[in-house]
């Protein structure tokens, strides 16, 4: 079971970046799938994350109006859209799998991926 994030880079404030987590070895559209981000000296937090067949989606206060969550079943992916983007969301991106039908509201997840650093700065 892999999960990779990709997409990262540096951008300007209010610029836009795309993430993409990948699998392989599982099928994402079983899975809730969440975002997280951890900043240099802070801890790990839940940034979005979409269920499994409804699809329901949440986000974190400090990104709701600006990030998208989404998932491709075909593809076997799920993205982040992330628009309007402020020097504080500078962090490394994980994404990661949840088995549990309640994983995006308690933000369990059993399997990680290796992260994507997105930086924000002028």
């Known amino acids: 079971v892999q999960l990779q994030a990709s997409g990262g880079g540096l951008v300007q404030p209010g610029g836009s970046l795309r993430l993409s987590c990948a699998a392989s070895g599982l099928t994402l559209n079983y899975y809730c799938i969440a975002w997280f981000r951890q900043a240099p000296g802070k801890e790990r937090e839940g940034v979005s994350c979409?269920?499994?067949?409804?699809?329901?989606?949440t986000y974190a206060d400090s990104v709701k109006g600006r990030f998208t969550i989404s998932r491709d079943n075909a593809k076997n992916t799920v993205y982040l859209q992330m628009s309007s983007l402020k020097p504080e969301d500078t962090a490394v991106y994980y994404c990661?799998?949840?088995?549990?039908?309640?994983?995006?509201?308690?933000?369990?997840?059993?399997?990680w991926g290796k992260g994507t650093q997105v930086t924000v700065s002028s």
């Open positions: 979409i269920g499994r067949s409804d699809r329901s989606t």
């Open positions: 990661a799998a949840g088995v549990g039908p309640g994983a995006c509201d308690t933000y369990v997840m059993n399997y």
